[in-house]
């Protein structure tokens, strides 16, 4: 499994938990079985391997945090989707721009260009290609926005 892969699965998650109103670990316990992925392999190459160790916590806890920080990501939403409310975003692209957000943020080892990328690439499995370049705009204008004024680090 790669990690690209653990982040596909996690935005499932995220969009799973936020329609479903679930917590990601609740609704992991029955995603994450060895039937369930069985099941979905021969539909999509992304159920191939069910995860495990560092993937699954992975999975796990970018889903649970995402979740537990919505408001704040949303509010970064708001400010850089200008004129669109994450009420109006279609729930796959919420979901996509909720975790790459949140691994910008949180996530040290992520860098932020990477993060942006790895967004864009997995939001084509899901959106049509204005939706594609909404995601990449809104993230490109947020890290403009709140990484690029913050002082650099001290060495």
Known sequence: MTRSTARHLAIQLCFAAA???????????????????AGLADVDELYA??????YLDYILNLSSLVIEKREEIDGYIERYAKGWRP???????????????????????????????EAVELAKNYDEPDTV?????????????????????EE
């Open 49 to 54: 391997e069910l995860p495990k160790g560092k």
């Open 87 to 117: 009420e109006r975003i279609s729930k796959t692209a919420l979901a996509v721009l909720r975790c790459a957000i949140y691994e910008i943020l949180y996530l040290e080892d992520v860098p932020a260009g990477a993060a942006i990328n």
């Open 133 to 153: 370049a909404f995601i990449n705009g809104v993230l490109g204008s947020f890290v403009r926005g709140e990484l690029e004024k913050q002082p650099a680090a």
């Open 19 to 37: 329609a479903s109103g679930r917590a990601p670990r609740e609704l992991a316990e029955d995603f994450f079985t060895e039937e369930h992925f």
